[in-house]
């Protein structure tokens, strides 16, 4: 079946480091990607997506590009703030499959002063 | 944007008890709504698709006659735990796909559940 891997954390920055996390998925076909985040006592809020092969999502500063060839959306940020903390969760869907969302575990993420 | 609402946010009831979790749409209509179950520090488990005026539809292992989905509406679906257990304690989350061509889902702000 459809699945998401992605690096665990917590991952631990200082503030104006350089992020990546990463995520591969395994699908047949070819689904639509996104990365969610879910601030602290909050629900999950889409970050940003990308629905083709080579398509780059972005949004607040961060950026993901759909890589067929390597099955793999790995979120990036150049320059992350303490309000960046937060939990990280990488995902898909098919287009005309009810829009059921396959999650990542994801990945907490802490940036510190 | 699409805002989804849960209530309650969170519970607290006794084992044997059944609890009602509802989540709503409150500017769209969703004819399907998802629900899903986290478990703590892990990922967000498909439970379940809402459909509205019809029967849903289970993921498997998930047991449809414990976790009983209701959407009479459309914007209102239900989730209720029947003879909860210590075990069925959980985060759990709603979500609605935003409609039309997008592919977006928007997301309850999860209800918290403890069973004692």
């Known amino acids: 079946g459809d699945s998401v891997t992605q690096m665990e954390g917590p991952v631990t920055l200082s503030e104006e480091a350089f992020l990546t996390i990463n995520c591969t998925y395994t699908?047949?076909?070819?689904?639509?990607l996104f990365w969610y985040v879910q601030y602290p006592g909050e629900g999950l809020q889409l970050l940003l997506k990308?629905?083709?092969?080579?398509d780059k999502g972005s949004n607040k500063g961060f950026e993901a590009t759909y890589r067929k060839e390597t099955t793999s959306f790995h979120l990036e940020k150049g320059s992350v703030q303490v309000s960046d903390s937060a939990v990280y969760f990488c995902?898909?869907?098919?287009?005309?499959?009810?829009?059921?969302?396959?999650f990542g575990t994801g990945t907490q993420l802490k940036v510190e002063l | 944007g699409a805002v989804v609402s849960q209530h309650p946010s969170w519970v607290i009831c006794k084992s044997g008890t059944s609890v009602k979790i509802e989540c709503r749409s409150l500017?769209?209509?969703?004819?399907?709504m998802f629900w899903y179950r986290q478990f703590p520090k892990q990922s967000l488990m498909l439970m379940a698709t809402?459909?509205?005026?019809?029967?849903?539809?289970?993921e498997q292992g998930v047991e449809k006659d414990k976790f009983l989905i209701n959407h009479a509406s459309l914007t209102l679906s239900t989730l209720t735990v029947t003879s909860a257990h210590p075990e069925d304690s959980s985060f759990y989350i709603c979500?609605?796909?935003?409609?039309?061509?997008?592919?977006?889902?928007?997301f309850g702000p999860g209800t918290r559940l403890t069973v004692l």
């Open positions: 979500s609605a796909p935003g409609g039309g061509l997008t592919d977006t889902q928007y």
């Open positions: 699908a047949t076909g070819y689904p639509s």
């Open positions: 990308a629905t083709k092969a080579d």
């Open positions: 995902a898909l869907s098919f287009t005309g499959g009810g829009n059921k969302l396959t």
């Open positions: 500017d769209f209509q969703a004819t399907t």
């Open positions: 809402s459909n509205e005026g019809s029967k849903a539809t289970y």
